[in-house]
């Protein structure tokens, strides 16, 4: 699988979506480390949210077969959580609406990375059966 790096502007709240999708998922990170510092994280990951805190700056990072929809539900809770924080929304109790919209958009930005992917895969290899 070709890897998938894409970013978006995220609405309304001036920062930018990374989402990375990759067989080399940690290389990517470590390409990144200006930006969002050295990775903390020991013994490895299946996927992870990194975060700069001076632009709200969020990258996704996953390998794709391990890609689960309770993994990308995760990370895009971190996700949304770093954005909102740099925002300075709060998550209140009784009114978690900006939560949950940016939640349901970041979900959507990374199954279309996704799924514009495996869309293309699916096309080059009925393409190939042709030949």
């Given at each position: 699988m070709r890897p998938i790096k894409v970013k978006v502007e995220v609405p309304i709240y001036d920062t930018e979506l990374w989402i990375i999708i990759d067989e080399e998922a940690s290389r990517r990170r470590d390409?990144?480390?200006?930006?969002?510092?050295?990775?903390?994280?020991?013994?490895?990951?299946?996927?992870?949210?990194?975060?700069?805190?001076?632009?709200?700056?969020?990258?996704?990072?996953?390998?794709?077969?391990?890609?689960?929809?309770?993994?990308?539900?995760?990370?895009?809770?971190?996700?949304?959580?770093?954005?909102?924080?740099?925002?300075?929304?709060?998550?209140?109790?009784?009114?978690?609406?900006?939560?949950?919209?940016?939640?349901?958009?970041?979900?959507e930005q990374v199954y279309e990375a996704w799924d514009n992917e495996t869309e293309l895969t699916k096309f080059v290899k009925a393409a190939c059966r042709c030949l």
């Open positions: 390409e990144m480390r200006n930006l969002f510092g050295e990775q903390t994280l020991l013994g490895g990951w299946a996927a992870l949210c990194s975060y700069d805190e001076r632009t709200g700056t969020v990258a996704l990072f996953f390998y794709p077969d391990r890609m689960k929809r309770g993994m990308i539900a995760h990370e895009v809770f971190h996700a949304t959580a770093n954005i909102l924080r740099y925002a300075g929304v709060r998550f209140e109790p009784n009114n978690h609406e900006a939560h949950a919209y940016l939640c349901g958009w970041i979900t």
